[in-house]
């Protein structure tokens, strides 16, 4: 990469001729294997992650700590990055991305081989792990993810009541039903789109799945069309409109502030807004720092339900958006991690079997928070 | 409440539709023109809307 | 002996005098390209080889990522030709142009009252020039607060008994022009600053000649001022027009190009870190670029730039 970086600054007409350069080396897509006697390996791993807050407290280097346990003779450094996606994305085309990385979610699934080594097969992979597919090329897994979320509603679930509403909507019309309710019944607002923060409204994308209680839901996007009558995204974008049609939503939507809303929908101020399970422990937070009950944070699916059951898709966090987003509003969330060639496998950092995965919603949330 | 897992292994499909469509679900800006539609800011009709959206994506997967 | 130290003397004298002008020739030759290797490598390293590598890339696919990528020829320049909503956007640089007219006309405005003797001048000149030096993304959000609903604006037209109850960025008329607006309020001190300067370049002896042949304030900033500055006029001029076309902070970090602000350099971010396009991406900022040496060229064959010789 870096040579063919050179190449084009000396001359342009040289790079066009030669237009497809590779990476180089030997490693492209390599297995990691694990090696036979871990206490032998040594060397230095780099570990490059979104989360400051743990290197700076110290719970990376517990981590570091469990993995020496195996891996006597590796050193572990941790780099931690505000801007992580952004910045990732630049070192992409260096040599210097680090050993042990979350996958930034603008490098396309087919080109992981070029840059990641392969953990295993998706068979052996999926057995263990939960979310593989997400991070499958050719039968072979390039990462693992750490954490699943759901999209989902958080809610002020005093407000909710004070407006007497106590059972989920099922249906957009009784989720539309119940915002009105909280228009006329008290003085909050009955949701709020975050619109200026822009990547708030992106989860609204994450009601695939969800609405028809469809694991297939990804399939038909690439192969249907998304805005088709009925389809999961029309649904859920409809319902938005709707909310914002009939003024249910903020008065100016275009001066939001992600920071304030989370404190007022603590405090009352806000009845709803359309997030995930990963924004629970940070509006719960917000409530502790207003001082006001943080029970009061609730969280409930999509207003629709499948055979009698309300439905929510549980993803990993690769997903979810914001690439390019101003860092000081969003810090990118990319999500599951590769690996590349290292000296040694990274498995034992990352892992996350399948019965660690939390199920619940709540449980979730405790493993990620967003600034 | 039940918890579903989606199939992924279309995942990068739907990415490249969505770059080469210049959609952008994985992005804020559709739906802020939808909220602006919504309130008023943008004049036209929410199916036009959608009309729109199903065109490109359609276009797209070609 | 005393003779023959006097001709080793001489004969050394006049054999440096041989030497001395053409190592003095050589050295001037290579002095000022010394002087030049600082700034010239750091213009090249950071100018012209990522601009060299921007046209490089616009004749690719390139997704800013992969290590592959192909040569498309001029397909992306097709396309950006033959979508005529990637140029839809240039409409918005409408309302940056129309603000840089009225900016020209406050600074320079501003530029003649504080050139004459005015009091607290120099507490004014600071006040004008002050918001250029702030960081633009300071500004952004700063304002973010100023146009909120019941915030700034709206408190302080509320002193004056004007309750408007108007979403200032809500919608794209209106967003626009309070966009335009802000950035007027930043770079009102650059143009202010540039012509101030110029101002104070004409000798103030014609000031008082004039004064004498009983030309009043008008008549000065007319005949005196405003051909004086007029290279400084034109620049500026020049300057208003590409930013205009290329405006991007203020929209983005405020609006993020929602309601009908986006312009072209948010739209071609958009394309390369957005949707990946590098390739589409470049293309568009080399026709941006072309499109504003286009607009400097067609200006200076309009306005050629006399010499001025006010004496």
Redesign the interface.
């Known amino acids: 990469?870096y040579r063919r970086?050179v190449l084009?600054?000396v001359?342009?007409a040289a790079?066009?001729?030669s237009?497809?350069?590779?990476?180089g080396g030997s490693s492209k897509g390599a297995d990691a294997k694990a090696p036979t006697d871990p206490a032998k390996v040594s060397g230095t791993i780099k570990v490059l992650t979104v989360r400051t807050d743990l290197v700076q407290d110290g719970t990376m280097d517990k981590y570091a700590a469990e993995f020496n346990k195996t891996y006597p003779k590796v050193k572990v450094e941790f780099e931690a990055l505000t801007n992580y996606e952004?910045e990732v994305?630049i070192r992409?085309?260096t040599e210097n991305y680090g050993d042990v990385l979350l996958i930034?979610?603008?490098?396309?699934?087919?080109?992981y081989p070029?840059f990641f080594a392969s953990l295993g097969t998706v068979e052996e992979r999926g057995e263990k792990y939960?979310?593989t597919?997400?991070t499958?090329v050719d039968g072979k897994v390039y990462g693992q993810s750490p954490v699943g979320v759901?999209p989902g509603f958080i809610y002020n679930k005093r407000v909710w009541r004070e407006a007497g509403v106590t059972e989920w909507p099922t249906t957009s019309a009784e989720f539309l039903t119940a915002l009105k309710a909280i228009k006329s019944k008290t003085d909050a607002v009955p949701y709020y789109?975050n619109?200026?923060?822009?990547?708030?409204?992106?989860s609204?994308?994450y009601v695939?799945?969800s609405v028809h209680?469809?694991?297939?839901?990804?399939?038909k996007?690439?192969?249907g069309?998304?805005?088709?009558e009925n389809a999961d995204?029309?649904v859920g974008?409809?319902l938005?409109?709707?909310?914002?049609?009939q003024g249910l939503?903020e008065?100016?939507?275009?001066?939001t502030?992600w920071e304030e809303s989370k404190p007022r929908t603590a405090k009352g101020e806000i009845a709803t807004q359309w997030l995930g399970t990963w924004a629970i422990v940070q509006f719960q937070d917000a409530a502790k720092k207003a001082g006001v009950n943080p029970d009061d944070i609730g969280f409930m699916?999509f207003p629709a339900q499948?055979d009698g059951?309300?439905?929510?898709?549980?993803?990993p966090t690769t997903?979810r958006?914001s690439?390019?987003?101003?860092s000081?509003r969003t810090p990118p969330a990319p999500g599951s991690t590769g690996s590349r060639t290292s000296p040694v496998t990274t498995r034992t950092i990352w892992r996350s079997p399948r019965s660690r995965t939390p199920?619940c919603p709540r449980c979730c949330s405790l493993t990620r928070t967003r600034a | 409440m039940k918890f579903i897992e989606v199939d992924d292994s279309r995942g990068a499909d739907v990415k490249q539709i969505d770059n080469q469509s210049e959609t952008g679900i994985y992005a804020p800006e559709y739906r802020q023109k939808l909220v602006d539609l919504a309130r008023g800011a943008t004049k036209g009709g929410l199916d036009d809307f959608f009309a729109d959206l199903s065109e490109r994506w359609t276009e797209a997967q070609g | 002996m005393a003779a023959t130290a006097q001709q080793t003397v001489e004969k050394t004298s006049a054999g440096a005098e041989i030497a001395a002008p053409a190592r003095g020739r050589r050295w001037r030759g290579v002095t000022p390209w010394l002087f030049l290797i600082a700034p010239l490598t750091l213009l090249i390293v950071f100018t012209y080889a990522p601009i060299a590598n921007m046209v490089a890339y616009s004749f690719t696919d390139w997704d800013g990522v992969s290590p592959e990528l192909h040569y498309t020829g001029a397909d992306n320049y097709t396309e950006i030709f033959t979508r005529e909503d990637l140029f839809r956007v240039f409409f918005v640089s409408g309302y940056y142009l129309a603000a840089s007219a009225v900016q020209i006309a406050a600074a320079l405005y501003f530029a003649t009252i504080l050139s004459f003797n005015v009091r607290f001048r120099n507490f004014f000149k600071g006040v004008l020039f002050f918001p250029y030096l702030i960081n633009g993304v300071a500004i952004g959000f700063v304002f973010l607060y100023f146009f909120q609903d019941g915030g700034t604006l709206d408190s302080v037209l509320s002193l004056f008994g004007v309750h408007t109850d108007h979403a200032w960025l809500g919608t794209s008329t209106s967003a626009n022009t309070s966009l335009a607006g802000v950035s007027v309020w930043r770079y009102l001190g650059l143009n202010f600053v540039l012509f101030l300067g110029a101002i104070q370049s004409i000798p103030g002896e014609l000031y008082e000649a004039a004064e004498l042949d009983g030309a009043n304030r008008w008549h000065q900033f007319r005949y005196i001022i405003a051909p004086g500055i007029k290279p400084v006029l034109s620049l500026t001029v020049i300057l208003s027009i590409s930013g205009s076309l290329s405006v991007f902070e203020i929209p983005y970090i405020m609006t993020g190009g929602a309601t009908g602000t986006e312009t072209f350099v948010i739209q071609t971010v958009n394309l390369a870190f957005r949707f990946n396009k590098t390739g589409l991406a470049s293309a568009a900022a080399v026709v941006l670029l072309l499109i504003i040496l286009l607009v400097t060229w067609v200006q200076r064959r309009m306005v050629p730039d006399d010499k001025v010789d006010l004496v």
């Open positions: 990469m970086t084009a600054m001359t342009g790079l066009l001729l237009a497809c350069t590779g990476t952004s994305k992409m085309n930034p979610a603008v490098i396309k699934k087919a080109d070029k939960r979310f597919d997400f499958t759901t789109t619109f200026a923060a822009g990547w708030t409204l992106t609204w994308t695939n799945g209680c469809d694991p297939q839901a990804t399939t996007l690439a192969e069309d998304p805005w088709a995204l029309r974008d409809t938005l409109h709707d909310i914002v049609k939503a008065k100016d939507p275009t001066t502030n699916p499948t059951k309300f439905c929510a898709a549980v993803a997903t958006p690439t390019s987003t101003p000081t199920r």
